[in-house]
C-alpha cells in the first residue's frame, strides 16, 4: 500500500531533476502521473521508467506557463485517468544576471515559466476541484533565492517571493472546498543549480545529500491525504532534513504619539528598530543564513 494509491497526480517539469524525482516517487507510491514536459524525449523517458517498474505515467507535453496549455493538462488527466487529486508545480528555468545587464527578454521568461506556469495549473486545476466537488493537493515549489534573496537573481527571486506568497492565498482561498497548498523551497544538485552555483560534485559513497530525489519524499506527503490538516505553509526540502519556514512578522516597531511622521525626525528613530531586532541594516548577504549550503557541502 502506498500514500497514493488510486490517486492521479500531475507534475509540471517531470523531464529532469527534481520533478522527474517527484513523478517517479508519486508513482511508486500509487498515483497515475501525467508527466508534464516541453522536452518530449526527456518526458517520454520518465513515463517509460515508471512503466518498467509497474506504474501508470503518459505524457502531456505543453508549456504550463500558457493558459490554453494548462486546461489541456487539466483535461489529460481526467480523461486518461478520471480525475485528478495533486498537482505538483515544479516546472522552472534560469536566466541569471545582475540587474542592471539583464534584459526584459529575461526577466519575462523566468517570470513566466515559474509565476505564470503556478498560476495557470494551479488555476485548472482548483476550478475543477471546485467544480466537481472533489478535493485535492497543490504543492508549489518557491526557492531560498525567492525567501532570502540571492545575488545575479532579481528574476528568479521575485517570481519565487511570489509563488510563496501565491500559495499562501491559494491555501486561504481553496480551504473551504477542501484543498490544500503547501510550498516547498528545495536544494538539489540539478543543472539549474549548477548553473547558480558552478558544478557540484556528488557524492561516491554513502547518502548523497544534495541528490533532487532526496525532495521527492516531502511531496508525494503534499500530495496525499494525510496531509490534509496542512496548507498555506513553506517548507525547505533537501538532503535528509526538512524545514519550516515562518513567513514575514513584525519585529519591532516606532510610534509618534498619534502625530504623522516629519522626515527628519524618522532620521532619528527607524535605528531603533534595527536595534531592537537586531537586524543590520545595511545590505546582506542573504543566502549566508541557509541552515544548509551547497558551497559548505561539496
Request: proline share 2%.
Amino acid at each position: 500500500m502506498g500514500l497514493m494509491d488510486g490517486k492521479v497526480a500531475i507534475v509540471t517539469g517531470a523531464g529532469r531533476g527534481i520533478g522527474r524525482g517527484e513523478a517517479i516517487l508519486l508513482a511508486r507510491e500509487g498515483a497515475a502521473v501525467v508527466v508534464n514536459e516541453l522536452d518530449a524525449e526527456a518526458g517520454q523517458a520518465v513515463v517509460a521508467e515508471i512503466e518498467a517498474a509497474g506504474g501508470r505515467a503518459v505524457l502531456d507535453r505543453g508549456d504550463c506557463s500558457d493558459a490554453d496549455s494548462a486546461q489541456r493538462l487539466m483535461a489529460h488527466a481526467v480523461e486518461e485517468y478520471g480525475g485528478l487529486d495533486a498537482l505538483v508545480n515544479n516546472a522552472g528555468i534560469l536566466r541569471d544576471r545582475t540587474l542592471v545587464k539583464m534584459t526584459p527578454q529575461e526577466w519575462d521568461a523566468v517570470i513566466a515559466v515559474h509565476l505564470r506556469g503556478h498560476y495557470a495549473a494551479t488555476h485548472a486545476a482548483c476550478a475543477w476541484w471546485k467544480d466537481q466537488g472533489r478535493t485535492g493537493h497543490v504543492v508549489c515549489t518557491t526557492s531560498s533565492s525567492g525567501l532570502l534573496g540571492n545575488f545575479g537573481q532579481t528574476n528568479y527571486g521575485a517570481a519565487k517571493g511570489g509563488i510563496a506568497t501565491f500559495s499562501t492565498i491559494v491555501a486561504m482561498e481553496m480551504a473551504r472546498y477542501g484543498v490544500t497548498c503547501n510550498a516547498i523551497a528545495p536544494a538539489a544538485r540539478t543543472r539549474m543549480t549548477e548553473g547558480a552555483y558552478g558544478t557540484i560534485e556528488g557524492s561516491d559513497d554513502g547518502f548523497d545529500f544534495w541528490h533532487p530525489d532526496n525532495v521527492a519524499p516531502m511531496v508525494v506527503f503534499l500530495c496525499s491525504d494525510a496531509s490534509s490538516h496542512i496548507s498555506g505553509k513553506v517548507f525547505g526540502v533537501q538532503g535528509d532534513a526538512v524545514e519550516l519556514y515562518r513567513p514575514y512578522t513584525s519585529v519591532a516597531v516606532v510610534e509618534n504619539s498619534g502625530a504623522t511622521w516629519e522626515p527628519a525626525t524618522l532620521a532619528g528613530r527607524v535605528d531603533e528598530l534595527f536595534a531592537e531586532s537586531g537586524i543590520t541594516p545595511a545590505a546582506e548577504n542573504m543566502m549566508a543564513k541557509l541552515r544548509y549550503s551547497m558551497t559548505q557541502r561539496t
